[in-house]
């Protein structure tokens, strides 16, 4: 067994929300449970008993419950969850009503904005009642093109209390990107930013939202909020007028609908870098619950605590934070560029607002280690007590980062699961120990495993990420897709009745999890099986690479490791850094790691999340097209991987 890098104190076992669970568990079905495997084992093998105590423990807001709990329970896709409850999701994030701080907004120029729980309940009743007036009813698509701020929130609350659907891209998209999801799905109502700030450069959006109204088949109203000026001029928007006119500023309550458990709530995309994204609809009552027991079993989240995820309203994490309303924390939301205005911005912050639970990409962390910032010495992080890590498999060195130079008590939580189910598959576990490397657990009720090719559960061996029951959050569908026959050709078709995530993955001897990268980007030298994650966290260990990215490139009847990297200011790529960077793959993996080819180059593509995209760039490697670049933050620099003359070697 590993040694863990932190444990809980028998006190925090005690007072854990999942040793409650436990013991309620013990009372009501008469089943002793002394540990998180047995918890977990539980929730999986008794699926109608455990998402029934969850409803009641998390006391959800609703019309009624009905009596079923799950009907059809061995179809996947197919089962259905409380199929005769009736609740609406905004009700239950808007539940609490004082003073409190609901929403703290911070932004790269040094605003902060404060809403009280009473006060957010007023601006969405505002809007609410204005989207009403304006014929939004149940099912009606109402997108916002948003930086993350107090309004898109406000904006996501009106539209679900009315049964509207939400959808939201973060306005560094271009104007094919926001084409290629908004025009799929034909929202009636668009709300809008005049613009935003990126490191310090003001980028003005009207002229893109101009040409984005212009452009969508069946939009009836734009509303504009101020985010760049005080009161931008919205001549040429076509529909367009600003928020305050269009708010009602007489109403005073929200008429909630209440809706079938199943209504559809988000509309999220992939990605898009392989084609056009597929627009993912996500239901209001699974992400509800779903999102529920991940808050406040998996990271404790209470009333009194100040919650903080670094996010765009383009990645699913801000649908995630948000749900963090609905336990009365305080959410603190931060627009801009991390390190802007500096590298210590977003600590700075959190040391100021008081910030409890801290969370952020697996690639911020690397950064920070890499700018040489030590946050636990230079601010008073005394309230934080979690830290949350996700987008990307967080390498050993981090959490040895994080422990030395962050805090050395608090949970570390590398969380794993993705836009697909608006949730997670592996999370944190507050009653567990931290091991380097090591995503905690899987989380209840999902019933999580990695497969063979043959579909064989394996254990201390790589494999398919996969999930062999039904859980609330699954998708409802796709967006246009009737019969089901993309959704099933996207999870189901690798292993029949199964969820396959597209990840490559291994459950630990500590049970538990690993990621090692994407399924689809696994290199195969030699006919072995290789995670690219494995490769990144060596690279991660050399002090001159920024960042890095690993492809497989077909080469005379095989397949070549060819490594990508960015290096720092001032640094070039040598023979003796090429044989560091290679002596350190060969040390702490295998030969089979060591790359054939390491070139430099001056930038990496990612997505508009963040995340770099292997993928497209083999593509370009091998000379086949990239579907779509509007996917990307950066598609410009794509063409640094175009006819490379090293790779003809």
Not at 228 to 245: F, H, Q, S, V, Y
Not at 260 to 283: A, M, Q, R
Not at 290 to 314: I, M, N, P
Request: glycine share 8%; hydrophobic share 40%; charged share 25%.
């Amino acid at each position: 067994m590993a040694r863990p890098l932190w444990q809980p104190t028998p006190t925090a076992i005690e007072a854990a929300g999942m040793t409650r669970l436990m013991r309620r568990i013990q009372r009501e079905h008469g089943v002793s449970l002394t540990d998180y495997a047995g918890l977990h084992a539980w929730s999986v093998d008794h699926p109608r008993a455990f998402w029934s105590l969850l409803w009641d423990a998390f006391d959800i807001v609703a019309e009624t419950r009905g009596e079923r709990i799950l009907a059809h329970p061995d179809a996947m896709p197919g089962a259905r969850w409380f199929p005769d409850a009736r609740l609406n999701f905004a009700a239950n994030l808007l539940r609490r009503r004082d003073a409190h701080a609901a929403l703290i907004a911070h932004d790269e120029r040094g605003r902060r904005r404060v809403l009280g729980y009473d006060e957010l309940y007023r601006r969405v009743a505002g809007l609410a009642k204005a989207l009403r007036d304006a014929g939004v009813v149940p099912g009606d698509r109402v997108a916002g093109f948003v930086p993350n701020s107090e309004h898109a929130v406000i904006a996501m609350l009106a539209a679900t209390s009315l049964g509207a659907v939400w959808s939201s891209c973060s306005p560094d998209f271009g104007f094919q990107g926001v084409l290629d999801r908004f025009g799929q799905i034909a929202p009636r109502v668009l709300i809008a930013a005049d613009g935003y700030t990126w490191n310090g450069k003001p980028i003005d959006t009207r002229e893109r939202l101009a040409a984005i109204a212009a452009a969508i088949d069946g939009l009836e109203r734009v509303v504009v909020f101020p985010f760049l000026d005080d009161a931008p001029r919205l001549a040429g928007i076509p529909k367009a007028e600003p928020w305050d006119d269009f708010l009602d500023d007489t109403a005073t309550e929200i008429d909630f609908v209440p809706l079938p458990f199943d209504h559809p709530l988000y509309i999220l995309f992939s990605s898009g870098t392989t084609g056009t994204p597929k627009c993912i609809v996500h239901g209001a009552g699974g992400t509800l619950l779903q999102h529920l027991k991940e808050h406040r079993l998996h990271t404790e989240l209470s009333a009194s605590d100040v919650f903080f995820y670094y996010t765009t309203c383009g990645w699913m994490m801000w649908n995630w934070l948000v749900s963090g309303l609905a336990s009365g924390a305080t959410l603190v939301l931060f627009d801009g560029a991390p390190f802007a205005p500096g590298p210590e911005a977003l600590w700075a912050m959190a040391e100021r607002e008081g910030v409890t639970v801290f969370g952020t990409s697996a690639r911020y962390l690397a950064a920070c280690e890499k700018e040489g910032l030590r946050p636990g010495r230079d601010h008073d992080l005394s309230p934080l007590r979690t830290v949350l890590s996700t987008g990307s498999a967080l390498t050993h060195e981090s959490f040895d980062y994080v422990y030395r130079d962050i805090k050395a008590d608090l949970l570390l939580a590398s969380i794993s699961g993705g836009t697909d189910i608006v949730a997670c598959f592996a999370l944190g576990c507050p009653i567990r120990p931290v091991y380097r490397g090591q995503l905690q657990c899987r989380g209840l009720g999902m019933a999580v495993d990695v497969f063979d090719d043959d579909g064989r559960p394996l254990r201390g061996e790589k494999g398919e990420l996969v999930c062999t029951r039904p859980f609330p959050s699954m998708p409802l569908g796709f967006w246009n897709d009737p019969d089901g026959e993309r959704y099933r050709d996207a999870y189901f078709a690798t292993f029949p009745g199964v969820w396959a995530h597209g990840d490559y993955a291994e459950i630990t001897p500590e049970d538990g999890l690993i990621i090692h990268g994407r399924s689809d980007a696994v290199l195969n030298p030699g006919g072995v099986r290789i995670g690219t994650a494995e490769i990144y966290r060596q690279v991660e260990k050399v002090e001159e690479v920024l960042e890095s990215l690993c492809i497989g490139q077909d080469w005379q009847g095989d397949t070549r490791v060819v490594l990508f990297v960015r290096l720092r200011e001032g640094q070039a790529l040598d023979d003796a850094l090429c044989r560091r960077i290679r002596e350190t793959i060969r040390a702490n993996a295998t030969p089979r790691h060591v790359p054939a080819k390491i070139i430099q180059v001056d930038d990496l593509p990612r997505t508009l999340s963040g995340k770099l995209v292997e993928l497209a760039v083999r593509n370009v490697v091998h000379g086949r097209p990239v579907k779509n670049r509007e996917a990307l933050a950066n598609p410009e620099a794509l063409s640094l991987f175009e006819d490379l003359p090293e790779l003809q070697e």
